[in-house]
């Protein structure tokens, strides 16, 4: 029996609330995001694109470990909103195929602020012989659930962050 990849896309909703001003969140996700403070932190060297394509900005993320490349990634903004406190982003995952399209939201919310993430994720999954749609869709139902876990974990650090910090 042999394995064949089905490309898949993974739908993530997160959120969370945050005991500080919207504008305090809107800086964290530019920084983390436009800046990419989030991957310069642990360890990945980023390069700004000289791309037309990326024309609201964008850069390639490299990561390295014993001298080979773990991860690779071009990521382009897409939308940056300063009144709507929203950012837009697409990245390619170079090595594994995987595109992804995020949007982060910072809204007003009582007592501080909404920190929403939203995610579409295609990438392809092995399909083995004689699977179905049944079988792929709880496939993907899994993914969805580890994908949420791994966001909520990142607002739920971000909020740490901030609430600390107030």
Known sequence: MTEQNVRV?????????????????WQTILDEYIEAKKFREIGYAIEPLDDPAACLGGYRIRLEQDGAVVDERLCHVTERDEIAHRLSMFADYLAGG???????????????????????????????????????????????????AALTGYLESIKAKLETRG
Do not use: K, W
């Open 9 to 25: 896309t993974i739908v993530n909703h997160a959120a969370v609330d945050i005991a500080a001003p919207p504008a305090a969140v």
């Open 98 to 148: 995987m595109i992804v399209y995020a949007t982060y939201h910072a809204e007003a919310a009582p007592g501080g602020t909404r920190y929403r993430l939203d995610c579409h994720s295609t990438l392809g999954i092995p399909q083995p012989a004689g699977a179905g749609r049944a079988e792929i869709a709880a496939a993907v139902a899994e993914m969805t659930a580890q994908f949420d």
